[in-house]
């Protein structure tokens, strides 16, 4: 069984200031690992991924995200927030290459200005 | 090709009735999933095809859900005497074969709501 849990319902940051989006996993095998974020009525985009080599992985829009095998985390970060960040962020979890991608229930992020 | 298609945008439909949405995955993506996303909620796995093959289907909801993907390219998802608790978004994503490598594209969704 592979599960996701994101601790934060909803982040609060104000504009430039860095943010964080915690995600933590479970998985038998290797962790490949995704964040996704998702506008109002839109479909999710794709930000990172996380399959192997460095713990730390830079993605679209100047996100990043670090790789904690020790801590099982995958948390997502970006080191000066914008207005236009704000969104739902959800990580995602497949074991070793599988087909089934298995999702957090997703974090809200709101930037302040 | 720009993306992956999803047809319709919104579907209200009354209790009972059954409905169809259609997938057009990105062309050269011989995998196509479906995923079903819930208010509040992360997206839901429910079954994926490889070409024609679907592959993985006891995660469907119900004997009520189906899904084809008869030429390997578009794929429909159909639901019938559709209840209430089916409200809810319809995603559909490709990738090429191991999608953890290369990335799933994520559609649009169609939003379902029964009334």
């Known amino acids: 069984a592979q599960s996701v849990a994101q601790p934060e319902d909803q982040v609060n940051v104000a504009e430039g200031n860095p943010l964080t989006v915690k995600c933590t996993y479970s998985?038998?095998?290797?962790?490949?690992l995704f964040w996704y974020v998702q506008y109002p009525n839109r479909g999710l985009q794709f930000l990172l991924k996380y399959i192997t080599g460095d713990n730390l992985v830079k993605g679209s829009y100047g996100f990043e995200a670090e790789f904690n095998k020790s801590q099982t985390s995958f948390h997502l970060k970006k080191p000066s927030a914008l207005v236009s960040d704000s969104a739902l962020y959800f990580c995602a979890v497949n074991r070793n290459a599988g087909n089934m991608l298995t999702f957090g229930g997703g974090t809200r992020l709101m930037v302040k200005p | 090709d720009t993306g992956v298609s999803q047809d319709p945008r919104h579907k209200i439909t009354k209790r009972g009735q059954n409905v169809t949405f259609r997938c057009d995955p990105i062309s050269e993506h011989n995998r196509l999933y479906w995923y079903r996303q819930t208010l509040g909620q992360g997206p839901e796995f429910l079954t994926y095809f490889q070409n024609e093959a679907q592959l993985e289907k006891s995660r469907l909801l119900s004997d009520r859900f189906s899904a084809e993907r008869p030429k390997g390219s578009f794929s429909t998802l159909e639901i019938q005497r559709t209840e209430q608790g089916d409200s809810a978004m319809y995603l559909c994503?490709?990738?090429?074969?191991?999608?953890?490598?290369?990335?799933?594209?994520f559609g649009s969704g169609t939003r379902l709501t029964v009334v």
């Open positions: 994503a490709s990738s090429l074969t191991q999608g953890a490598n290369y990335g799933y594209t």
């Open positions: 998985v038998s095998g290797n962790p490949y």
